[in-house]
């Protein structure tokens, strides 16, 4: 009689899928915080997290998941007027920071195009020719 293969996962692949729930989890809250933020004029600093979270990642999926919620957040910021030209100067600061995480992120998608791994390059391209529309 033979026996059957555990059925659980190994305690590693157990860890990782906890650890990615909770990178989903983080990329999940940021987003919500940073539409409601934009909607009601509030606090655009979760944006500096959001694209840490982005630059940190362990994985590829881990990386698009944070980039397709960078791409969504951005969005929304420019439809929603956020970096359209006047305002007073404080306005004027807050578009610049803007512009700023906005370079960086576009500085990030140039370099998954020179990634040794492929699926990087492809999806860097994917996210490249969206923002560029």
């Known amino acids: 009689m033979t026996h059957p293969g555990p059925s659980l996962p190994p305690p590693s692949k157990k860890r990782k899928s906890q650890k ?9 809250q940021l987003e ?10 509030g606090s ?18 881990d990386t698009f998941k944070a980039l397709y919620a960078l791409y ?5 910021i420019i439809t929603g007027g956020k970096l359209a030209s006047g305002g007073d100067a404080a306005a004027k ?3 610049t920071w803007i512009w700023e995480r906005l370079h960086s992120y ?5 370099g998954l195009l020179k990634d040794e ?3 990087l390059r492809v999806g860097g ?4 020719y969206c923002n560029s529309m």
């Open 20 to 28: 990615d729930l909770e990178f989903t989890k983080s990329v999940k």
């Open 117 to 119: 791994e492929n699926v």
């Open 93 to 95: 600061v807050v578009k």
């Open 125 to 128: 391209v994917f996210l490249f």
């Open 106 to 110: 576009i500085d990030f998608l140039c």
């Open 32 to 41: 919500a915080q940073l539409t409601a933020a934009a909607t009601s004029n």
């Open 72 to 76: 969504r957040v951005f969005v929304f």
């Open 44 to 61: 655009l600093n979760p944006l500096a997290d959001l694209l840490e979270l982005a630059f940190k990642a362990n994985d590829a999926q």
